[in-house]
Structures are given as structure tokens and as C-alpha cells.
């Protein structure tokens, strides 16, 4: 099952998150409109997969931003020890901008269309 699940993630990294966000609307309109079919239960899965896309890259430039302040250290090192290296070619997704602490995320709601919309 994990083997399963980590090659879903590598083929979802592969992509990136403009096109993915492209389809976003489409399939948060389908999962809107439920019913109970194994097509609404798919659509359901792919606009998770768009999400988790969208939070991985977020998550990444959150922690992207703390190492690169001043004075930061670097994730995963101890008070006066070296660390981990960093791997090479990471660098911020620039789709995304640096986090801001203070502004809060925000929780979209999906509802059925009302008959007047």
C-alpha cells in the first residue's frame, strides 16, 4: 500500500501547480454537485490531490521563508551543530509568495448552487 502511495505522490510532484489549480474550479464544482456515483467519488479524490498540491507547495515556502531570514537555522539542525546539508536545487516555488504569519488561511466551503445563481 505505501509503494502504492508513493508513486502516486511521485507522478503528482511531477506537475506543477498552475495546471493543476487550472482544473480546480471544474472539479470543485463537480464535488458540489453530489451524488452517489463512483464518478463523484473520483472527482472528490483528484480535487484532494489539487489541494494537497497547493498545501505541500505553501508548506514548502513557509519553511523555505523561516531558513532564509536572518539568523534562521537551517530545519532539522541542533543549537551549535552543523546540520543537515541542503539538498541541492531547492529553491521557493515562485507561483507561491513568502508566507505571511499574520494573515490566516482561509477555509472555502463548498455548498450546492442556489436555484437563482
Known amino acids: 500500500m505505501?509503494?502504492?502511495?508513493l508513486k502516486l505522490a511521485k507522478q503528482l510532484a511531477a506537475f506543477d501547480e498552475a495546471s493543476l489549480m487550472s482544473l480546480w474550479e471544474e472539479y470543485a464544482g463537480r464535488v458540489s454537485r453530489f451524488e452517489p456515483s463512483r464518478r463523484w467519488e473520483e472527482?472528490?479524490?483528484v480535487l484532494g490531490m489539487?489541494?494537497?498540491m497547493r498545501f505541500k507547495n505553501q508548506l514548502f515556502?513557509?519553511?523555505?521563508?523561516a531558513t532564509a531570514a536572518p539568523g534562521a537555522a537551517v530545519?532539522?539542525?541542533a543549537a551549535g551543530g552543523k546540520g543537515m546539508p541542503r539538498e541541492e536545487g531547492l529553491r521557493p516555488v515562485?507561483?507561491?509568495p513568502a508566507a505571511d504569519p499574520a494573515?490566516?488561511?482561509k477555509l472555502?466551503?463548498?455548498r450546492p448552487k442556489e436555484d437563482g445563481e
Open 75 to 77: 530545519p532539522g539542525t
Open 43 to 45: 472527482a472528490v479524490l
Open 50 to 52: 489539487i489541494q494537497a
Open 103 to 105: 494573515r490566516r488561511g
Open 94 to 96: 515562485p507561483s507561491q
Open 2 to 5: 505505501e509503494k502504492v502511495l
Open 108 to 110: 472555502l466551503t463548498l
Open 61 to 65: 515556502n513557509h519553511h523555505w521563508a
